[in-house]
Each structure stands twice: as C-alpha cells, then as structure tokens.
Nanobody, 124 residues
Framework: QVQLIQSGGGLVQAGDSLRLSCTAP????????MAWFRQVPGKEREFVAA????????YYTESVEGRFTISRDNTRNTLYLQMNRLKPEDTAVYYC?????????????????WGQGTQVTVSS
C-alpha cells in the first residue's frame, strides 16, 4: 500500500465551498483510478466520487451529483474534490483512495490505498 497525503477540509457554513486535495507519491499516479470516500461515526464508508485512470466520465453518488466535482492533475500527482453548496449532511471524515493495481476500473472494491482522512464539518 502507498500512503496518500490529504489536505483541505475544515468547518464551514451550509452553502459554502471547500476543496480537498490528495497527493500520491511516485511516477505512476496517472495509471491509477482514484476516488473519494466519506464516513460518519457508526456508518459504513460511503463511496462519494471516482475518476478513472483513463480520464473518462467520473462517478458521483446521487447525493453529491451536481455539487461536487472530482478532478485530477497527473502532472502534480494530485487528486481534488471541489465541494460546492455544502449541506450539513455532507459532514464526515473524507478519505482519498487509490486502486490497488494500475489500470483498474473505479469499482469500489478495487481501492486499497488510503489517505489519512480529513474532517469536513458543515454547520446549518
């Protein structure tokens, strides 16, 4: 497994925006599908958004569709999650993730390397 380094997050009000970043080491970032998950205490980790190594159409869970945007900059080995029009129900610890193997689809079962997690809190 590789350690992904996250930044961003914090406390905001409903309707505000935040951007999360996630940096991966090595020279093969472009060969891996990447994703964002989130988790609240007592619940399973939720698959929020994913972007393929091919650069095809990203995946979003229904509750964030139209508000969140996942993107990647392969020249900087960095994954982003732009979160707009945040809601209190978006409050969670957010994790970035990378597939265990290169050239894998973004099926949630393929992810095996994780960031350290960052708290996002949205007040009403």
């Amino acid at each position: 497994q590789v350690q992904l380094i996250q930044s961003g997050g914090g406390l905001v009000q409903a309707g505000d925006s935040l951007r999360l970043s996630c940096t991966a080491p090595g020279r093969t970032f472009a060969n891996y599908s990447m994703a964002w998950f989130r988790q609240v205490p007592g619940k399973e980790r939720e698959f929020v958004a994913a972007i393929s190594w091919t650069g095809g159409r990203p995946y979003y869970t229904e509750s964030v569709e139209g508000r969140f945007t996942i993107s990647r900059d392969n020249t900087r080995n960095t994954l982003y999650l732009q979160m707009n029009r945040l809601k209190p129900e978006d409050t969670a610890v957010y994790y970035c993730a990378r597939t265990q193997r290169p050239y894998s689809t973004y099926d949630r079962r393929n992810f095996g390397s994780w960031g350290q997690g960052t708290q996002v809190t949205v007040s009403s």
